[in-house]
């Protein structure tokens, strides 16, 4: 379900492995309000996140224990930005899992 007042611009679904990472490129616009999502499967029990500007400064990274990882930004400045999806550990011996990304205008 869509965050209230806000639409689906992309999702995507991928498949990680422990400790490999998946980057994602957006372009948010100044001044527009957004939410990134992520999800993933029930055999994760932590998948962080980071969030970097064109210039490959860190926006905002959510590095705490969880499978459903979030950030909300509001850019200054129209650019490309990079999401680093990273699987940090299973609950049990699988090495993958399946999760999402969506982002929220």
Do not use: W
């Given at each position: 379900?869509?965050?209230?007042?806000?639409?689906?611009?992309?999702?995507?679904?991928l498949?990680l492995?422990l400790m490999?990472?998946?980057?994602y490129?957006?372009?948010?616009?100044a001044?527009?309000?957004?939410?990134l999502?992520?999800?993933a499967?029930a055999n994760?029990?932590?998948?962080?996140?980071h969030?970097?500007?064109q210039?490959g400064?860190?926006?905002?990274?959510?590095?705490?224990v969880?499978r459903?990882?979030?950030?909300?930004?509001k850019p200054e400045?129209?650019?490309t930005?990079?999401?680093?999806v990273?699987?940090?550990d299973?609950s049990?011996?699988k090495?993958?899992?399946?999760?999402?990304?969506?982002?929220y205008?």
């Amino acid at each position: 379900k869509a965050p209230e007042g806000l639409r689906m611009v992309s999702s995507d679904m991928l498949t990680l492995l422990l400790m490999k990472e998946a980057v994602y490129s957006f372009t948010l616009f100044a001044g527009n309000s957004y939410q990134l999502l992520t999800c993933a499967g029930a055999n994760v029990a932590d998948l962080d996140i980071h969030l970097y500007d064109q210039n490959g400064k860190l926006v905002e990274a959510k590095t705490e224990v969880d499978r459903q990882p979030s950030i909300s930004i509001k850019p200054e400045k129209t650019g490309t930005f990079y999401l680093v999806v990273k699987l940090v550990d299973t609950s049990d011996a699988k090495p993958g899992a399946v999760g999402y990304v969506q982002l929220y205008e």
